[in-house]
């Protein structure tokens, strides 16, 4: 039964008479806190999707093109499936690194971001995060990955050191010179070396191979990538391959990808692989060649298609790979 509004009123009134809270009063108290819990929750909200944007979350093919190398490492290092702890470490390190490079990469093109067509929405671009936000959640986010490296032996710990310089120093060599994509490539593909050491407690010649594949293969692929913007890179003096290239850009793509299956092989005559690993290679070596269709008109739209691409290139070495291990060659 509902409190008739008389016996309400005459509380309230007593209420007051007491100085204690009335019962509007308090309803209007609880009114206040739950308006502004929704506002605190909608700004968490907004502020949570514009990290997820900064951090390139809600696109995860850097992530991909950054986990297939080291995934081909811990393979290659463990002759098979590695232990499930370092595997852990390295996948979330991957995803914690390749988000803290994306903040680094926006702050150190904070001053070019705007007067680029695909970039200028970005948020430190835009102004929707500020620069010492940038910073404390690079801060945050390379923490944590060291965090779960201590986890891991004194060798890797030794290497990550590296890993982290060339991840927070890559985005600033685009002002100096024109090959980052190189750069580029030897970050992507420290953790192979770090797989290895995590693994086997070693660094052998077999690691510097496929660490050499990863460089070709990044210098392809974020040629590509660079293809897209060319034109407007030229304008604000943003360096890369593809303004280095010139018309030269497409064959060049292609030589770096003949150069990622090479040493790909290599290694594999090296580990003593057998035919999947190989047929793998085979299927990797003809989507490289429907990569060279795509991008025949230099067209920047299929530019970014084909480097969108990459990412079933790098899995189809995997795939060769895993499934190379699983029958035991």
């Excluded at 929405?121 to 923490?143: C, K, M, N, T």
């Excluded at 290599?266 to 999947?276: D, I, K």
């Amino acid at each position: 039964m509902k409190p008739q509004p008389r016996l309400l009123k005459r509380k309230d009134e007593r209420a007051k008479r007491a100085g204690l809270p009335t019962r509007r009063a308090a309803l209007e108290h609880v009114s206040l806190a739950s308006r502004l819990l929704r506002l605190r929750s909608a700004i968490f909200s907004q502020r949570l999707h514009e990290y997820i944007l900064l951090t390139r979350l809600n696109r995860p093919i850097g992530i991909l093109l950054l986990l297939w190398p080291t995934l081909w490492g811990l393979w290659f290092a463990a002759g098979g499936l590695p232990g499930w702890h370092v595997l852990f470490v390295f996948v979330a390190g991957v995803v914690l690194m390749r988000s803290a490079g994306c903040v680094v990469n926006d702050y150190a093109d904070r001053g070019f971001d705007p007067h680029v067509e695909r970039t200028r929405a970005r948020p430190i671009a835009a102004g929707r995060v500020s620069v010492r936000e940038a910073l404390l959640l690079f801060a945050v986010l390379a923490l944590i990955a060291f965090a779960l490296v201590l986890t891991l032996n004194r060798l890797t710990i030794a290497l990550s050191f590296a890993g982290a310089f060339l991840a927070a120093s890559y985005p600033f060599l685009k002002r100096y010179t024109h090959l980052p994509q190189f750069y580029l490539g030897m970050a992507f593909g420290w953790g192979i070396p770090m797989a290895f050491a995590a693994q086997t407690g070693t660094v052998p010649g077999l690691a510097w191979i496929l660490f050499a594949a990863n460089v070709c293969w990044s210098v392809a692929y974020d040629t590509a990538y660079a293809m897209v913007d060319r034109e407007d890179d030229l304008k604000v003096g943003v360096k890369s391959t593809a303004i280095l290239f010139g018309r030269a850009d497409r064959a060049m793509i292609g030589l770096f990808h003949a150069g990622t299956l090479l040493l790909l092989v290599a290694a594999g005559v090296v580990a003593g692989f057998g035919l999947l690993y190989y047929l793998g290679l085979i299927a990797a070596a003809l989507h490289a060649g429907y990569q060279q269709w795509l991008i025949r008109g230099r067209d920047p739209a299929a530019c970014f298609r084909t480097f969108l691409s990459n990412n079933v290139f790098g899995a189809m070495v995997f795939a060769g790979l895993v499934l190379d291990r699983l029958t035991g060659g």
